[in-house]
Nanobody
Framework: QVQLVESGGGSVQAGGSLRLSCAASGYTYSSYCMGWFRQAPGKEREEVAT???????SYADSVKGRFTISQDNTQNTLYLQMNSLKAEDTAMYYC?????????????????????????WGQGTQVTVSS
């Protein structure tokens, strides 16, 4: 069973920094995609950043140059370093992982980031930025 548990959210003033963590368990794929999403009240969920198992990353235009996604495979942990935070970054942040795509030769493969097919989600961690 896949579990994603986020931590690191909180309240910070504009211009400050936070680092979100996502501890993953049970997510065992030879290739995969993981990412961070956010949803502010009254707004649609937004894809913030994603990273493939080969380390390729992608960012929303609104966070490019300010946020950095990374992963520690030895610790099964995904991170989102958020710098130069703005009031508009206030949202619930969710960790997500791509779902099962196929199995070949006994090896499981998840969807790549380009498919935007995320089958596993964490409970979220709140980030509040005050101006």
């Amino acid at each position: 069973q896949v579990q994603l548990v986020e931590s690191g959210g909180g309240s910070v003033q504009a211009g400050g920094s936070l680092r979100l963590s996502c501890a993953a368990s049970g997510y065992t794929y030879s290739s995969y995609c993981m990412g961070w999403f956010r949803q502010a009240p009254g707004k649609e969920r937004e894809e913030v950043a994603t990273i493939d198992s080969d380390g390729s990353s992608s960012y929303a235009d609104s966070v490019k140059g300010r946020f950095t996604i990374s992963q520690d495979n030895t610790q099964n942990t995904l991170y989102l370093q958020m710098n130069s935070l703005k009031a508009e970054d206030t949202a619930m942040y969710y960790c997500a992982a791509a779902g099962f795509a196929f199995e070949y030769g006994g090896v499981r493969y998840a969807y790549p980031c380009s498919s935007h097919d995320f089958g596993y989600w964490g409970q979220g961690t709140q980030v509040t930025v005050s101006s």
